[in-house]
């Protein structure tokens, strides 16, 4: 085997697997003599991971399926639309406590069912829905600023 021809072939950012298909040779044969001559390939297999936002390419920092955004940009642009959302809802509500009126803070305001048997089993996946079937879930509720809802779940 020649050390020039295995470094022409890593200088194509080819894999272990893709110089031994071009030699005609094992990959096993591959590995040996790249460790032999003390050689590496530049190749990524993860290199499809690409961060359409921020630009970041290491693998670690990807959710197993996702390789177009990272966990941080996934993550921000979670809260980002969560926010959203909930704008929305509060302003389905008029965007006040309907108890005292508080309308200063917008992470201050909640959303409590008066009759739990009606509140949906599957409200903690709620941000997943549409807006038509938030609706039918918010029509339920009432909205109540955190003092009055800690208030009311104290009676």
Avoid: V
Wanted: proline residues 1%; hydrophobic residues 25%; aromatic residues 10%.
């Amino acid at each position: 085997m020649e050390r020039q021809k295995l470094k022409e072939l890593i200088s194509q950012n080819l894999s272990q697997r893709e110089i031994a298909k071009t030699l005609n040779k094992s990959q096993g044969s591959i590995k040996y003599w790249l460790e032999k001559f003390n050689l590496k390939t530049n190749y990524n297999k993860y290199k499809s991971h690409l961060c359409k936002i921020c630009g970041e390419t290491k693998s670690d920092n990807f959710y197993t399926q996702q390789k177009t955004k990272c966990k941080t940009c996934r993550n921000l642009e979670d809260i980002q639309r969560r926010k959203k959302y909930k704008k929305e809802a509060l302003n389905y509500f008029g965007n006040k406590c309907t108890k005292c009126g508080y309308n200063k803070c917008d992470a201050a305001l909640e959303f409590h069912h008066p009759n739990k048997d009606e509140k949906s089993l599957e409200y903690a996946s709620m941000k997943n829905w549409s807006w038509i079937r938030k609706k039918s879930e918010l029509e339920k509720c009432i909205l109540l600023c955190a003092n009055c809802h800690r208030e009311e779940h104290n009676k």
